[in-house]
């Protein structure tokens, strides 16, 4: 994965033997670590001031113009995290520069996470049954990559995306299978295993099933054990 590609470079002989290869490794580090920082943000899960840092950190590769995108896992992060703040406006600008690294690439990922970020851009707009259209549309692609692409591919966020508002329109039950999907074995899954796990927990006290509900926090007091 991502990390171990990083950790295989301080493992060579040469490949950081400047200080340039130095600092660009530094800078992929970081930009990778904010991408995923940015994802749990976007997720409801508590990082702090730490979301507004990773942001920078991403603007800061991409550019204010986004001139800098010529992919879209990066944008894709930054897109999930503005959506969640509801900045319409930038997630539009997102959108349009995702379809167009899409169309230039040819690319199934990028083709795939263009069609997520248009869900994202519903939601910012406050169109729940939009959102809930597109996002169910989408097919993750299988796609055998570093784990930066790996989370990106499995569309995990918008799985958690998809039950948070099926809870929200009164479709509880779908609610509850869409986020119990998350418990499939990937990366891009576990990534939102506790925030599926709370959905879930809701979803099963709005059905009376206690005995699931209680359960269910058992597992999540599980995770944070951890």
């Not at 920082?37 to 979301?51: K, Q």
């Not at 995108?69 to 406006?89: C, H, K, T, Y």
């Not at 049954?129 to 990106?152: D, F, K, R, Y």
């Amino acid at each position: 994965g991502a990390v171990r590609q990083h950790l295989g470079w301080l493992a060579s002989d040469d490949s950081l033997s400047t200080p340039e290869a130095w600092d660009n490794a530094s800078r992929s580090l970081a930009s990778t670590a904010a991408a995923l920082l940015l994802l749990d943000a976007s997720a409801g899960i508590a990082v702090g001031e730490r979301a507004e840092r990773a942001a920078s950190i991403l603007w800061d590769e991409l550019g204010g113009d986004l001139a800098g995108a010529s992919s879209n896992v990066r944008l894709w992060s930054l897109g999930a995290w503005a959506a969640s703040r509801a900045e319409a406006g930038t997630v539009e600008g997102i959108v349009e520069r995702m379809a167009e690294n899409a169309k230039e690439s040819g690319s199934p990922i990028d083709r795939t996470l263009s069609e997520a970020m248009l869900a994202q851009a519903a939601f910012s707009r406050g169109d729940t049954l939009g959102a809930l259209a597109s996002l169910a549309s989408l097919s993750p692609e299988v796609i055998a990559a570093t784990a930066e692409w790996h989370h990106a591919a499995t569309l995990g966020f918008e799985r958690l995306l998809e039950a948070r508002l099926l809870l929200l329109t009164g479709r509880t039950e779908e609610s509850f299978a869409v986020a119990s999907s998350l418990d499939a074995d990937a990366l891009g899954y576990l990534l939102f295993l506790r925030p599926s796990l709370e959905i879930r927990i809701e979803a099963a006290e709005i059905l009376g099933d206690a005995l699931t509900a209680s359960r269910l926090r058992d597992r999540l007091a599980a995770t944070a054990a951890r």
